[in-house]
Nanobody, 128 residues
């Protein structure tokens, strides 16, 4: 059974940093796209960062470029999101997502519907 479990969320002051981590079990996602999404109250879910080992492709939403950094440790089957210079606009539930290793990927997906596995989410609250 595939499980993705996020950790590292919490309350932080504006300008601060947090590091989210996602631990995957049940399957390995070494060559599969993985991503971080977030959803704030009343807003649609958005992809903030995605990563695909093949081709070394990485995607960042414009709103987080230069502040967030996605990385993965394939040996540990984990995906991290380093978030710096946080603002109140970053307050949301953050979700880890992975695409099935069985899929053939010719590009890096950034839509939620293109990911097959999801974690339960971790709350990030930035106080101003």
């Amino acid at each position: 059974q595939v499980q993705l479990v996020e950790s590292g969320g919490g309350l932080v002051q504006a300008g601060g940093s947090l590091r989210l981590s996602c631990a995957a079990s049940g399957r390995t996602f070494t060559n599969s796209p993985m991503a971080w999404f977030r959803q704030a109250p009343g807003k649609e879910r958005e992809c903030v960062a995605a990563n695909r080992r093949i081709g070394g492709t990485t995607y960042y939403a414009d709103s987080v470029k230069g502040r967030f950094s996605i990385s993965r440790d394939n040996g540990k089957n984990t995906l991290d999101l380093q978030m710096n210079n946080l603002t109140s606009e970053d307050t949301a539930v953050y979700y880890c997502a992975a695409r099935s290793p069985g899929r053939i990927d010719t590009y890096l997906p950034s839509q939620g519907s293109e990911y097959d596995y999801w974690g339960p989410g971790t709350q990030v609250t930035v106080s101003s």
